[in-house]
């Protein structure tokens, strides 16, 4: 069914304001009672990276870019499994990472365990061989949430960690609707497992409740009783992992030029600009030109996970790389080209993209004030006038609400973009200045970061404490009689 942007951002657990100013970038004004249609629905909550329709998921699922190619297919190997780490805050996710990065200092591996560059491997004995396995090493499931927002699956294994003495908590469902909506399989790491008070099979308990049934309770998800902080049953973990990930296929082909995923990126003041780079399909080559997102590059010099420069990076390794004309946006994906000008033919079509959006916004954000709307309601030039009113209760907000319908809108109509009881918040200015509103409080204050924001972005906030005289500046505003304020 139809959702109202108030119950879209209920259910998504964001702020209606967020939707408002998301659906603005869309080229739709809403208000926070505008019924969507599901079309607006699915692309906004695929946006929030929050499932909440099945066709949302399938639609997920089939933005997914496919990295290999038909001409691939005579080519392909085995490439490692590429895995995140995900859950609760404080369940572990941290330790287990570290843990797992201690293992290669005991499979022998001279040294290398100190570059933090968002992604790095290990190796697996693995019956009679060695398996290589990739983590990607950025905090939290927000990178996980940017990338799949852009329809790039850069994962193949989500590791779910639930604390042995804490169980499912809020960002444990959320971390198992992003992996069920990115398709990707679980394997459920119960951590803490050392603790006084842990109870794994409470774990368990929850977890089937969201239809994560343990296999000796009968189910199919691989879970591991683990401690982080004592090492414990990590090789049984990464042994599972490999297990999980064998059915999965997961193959490349080395023998064609890069692409892949930017995982991170930064503005280095020595290096210029430095971005860890996932790469899933081919071999990356210092000196390779390529484009990330409608970033240019020639790749300069590469740094593995272990600080080692590197001359060629394959399949599912990660390398950061040096030599983008500037800084790229993690998630993006980028690809090796022949040369130069074919590079800068698709960086062109996109830089082209890229600045009509942004024009769009600045155009958008031209500054605007009561009295400026006034201004041009005089000239005869303003048709809306848009507002966004926060007050101290409900109440409050319904009686000027009522009150601003009553006024004439015979030339200029008022446009309520948001209204709710509270204070006046950053992300109310940000949708202000998105928007070209004024924000009007009524016996409410500003919350820390608004007064910085609406300073920075020179939007308009009034505050009153007589219904009366707002209503008689909004009115004088679209009378085009209001006199700008000292
Ligand atoms: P994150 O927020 O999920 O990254 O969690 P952290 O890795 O930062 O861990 C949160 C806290 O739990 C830290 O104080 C860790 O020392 C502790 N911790 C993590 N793993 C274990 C474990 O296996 N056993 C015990 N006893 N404590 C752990």
């Not at 959702?3 to 939707?19: C, F, H, M, P, Y």
């Not at 590469?302 to 990076?313: E, F, N, P, S, W």
């Amino acid at each position: 069914g139809n959702l109202t942007v108030q119950e879209l951002a209920d259910r998504l657990g964001v702020e209606s304001s967020e939707i408002i100013k998301s659906l603005f970038f869309k080229g739709i004004i809403a208000t926070v009672t505008q019924t969507l249609d599901l079309h607006t629905i699915e692309t906004v909550s695929e946006e929030f990276g929050v499932p909440v329709l099945q066709d949302d998921i399938e639609a997920a699922a089939k933005k997914t870019v496919e990295m290999i190619e038909e001409s691939d297919m005579a080519h392909l190997i085995r490439r490692p499994p590429v895995v995140t780490v995900m859950g609760h805050v404080d369940h572990g996710k941290t330790s287990l990472l570290d843990a797992i990065r201690k293992t290669r200092v005991a499979a022998g591996e001279a040294g290398g365990i100190t570059q933090h560059i968002g992604a790095y491997q290990v190796d697996v004995p693995h019956g009679d061989e060695h398996r290589k396995i990739t983590f990607l090493d950025t905090p939290g499931h927000e990178a996980f949430t940017a990338m799949r927002a852009r329809g790039t699956k850069v994962t193949d294994v989500a590791v779910l960690v639930v604390a042995a003495d804490d169980g499912v908590r809020p960002q444990t469902l959320e971390a198992i609707s992003h992996a069920r909506a990115a398709e990707v399989p679980i394997v459920v790491a119960i951590n803490k497992i050392d603790k006084e008070g842990a109870q794994p099979d409470r774990v368990k308990q929850e977890l089937s409740g969201l239809d994560l049934v343990a296999e000796d309770w009968g189910g199919n998800t691989v879970m591991v009783p683990v401690s982080a902080i004592k090492g414990e049953n990590i090789d049984k973990l990464l042994e599972m992992i490999l297990l999980v990930t064998e059915v999965e296929d997961l193959q490349a082909n080395p023998d064609r030029m890069a692409r892949g995923t930017v995982i991170e990126a930064h503005l280095d003041k020595a290096k210029g600009p430095v971005a860890t780079l996932l790469i899933q399909n081919g071999t990356l080559k210092a000196g390779d030109v390529l484009a990330a997102g409608p970033i240019l590059g020639k790749v300069r010099a590469m740094v593995d996970d272990t600080g080692k420069r590197v001359k060629q990076a394959g399949p599912s390794s990660a390398v950061e790389a040096l030599g983008f004309s500037e800084v790229p946006t993690a998630g993006d994906e980028f690809e090796v080209y022949t040369d130069e000008k074919s590079a800068r033919a698709v960086v062109g079509d996109r830089a082209t993209e890229a600045r009509a959006t942004r024009l769009a916004q600045q155009m958008a954000s031209r500054r605007v004030s009561l009295a400026s709307m006034s201004g041009q309601a005089s000239e005869g030039e303003l048709k809306e006038l848009n507002l966004i009113l926060k007050a101290d209760v409900q109440g409050s907000v319904e009686a000027i609400l009522g009150s601003l319908e009553q006024l004439p809108q015979e030339e200029v109509q008022v446009r309520v973009l948001l209204s709710a009881p509270g204070e006046i918040t950053e992300t109310d200015v940000d949708l202000a200045a998105a928007s070209g509103a004024v924000i009007v409080g009524f016996n409410t204050s500003m919350a820390s970061g608004a007064k910085r924001a609406a300073d920075a972005t020179g939007v308009d906030v009034r505050d009153y404490d007589v219904i009366y005289k707002l209503l008689e500046d909004i009115q004088m505003a679209m009378e085009g009689l209001l006199e700008p304020e000292l």
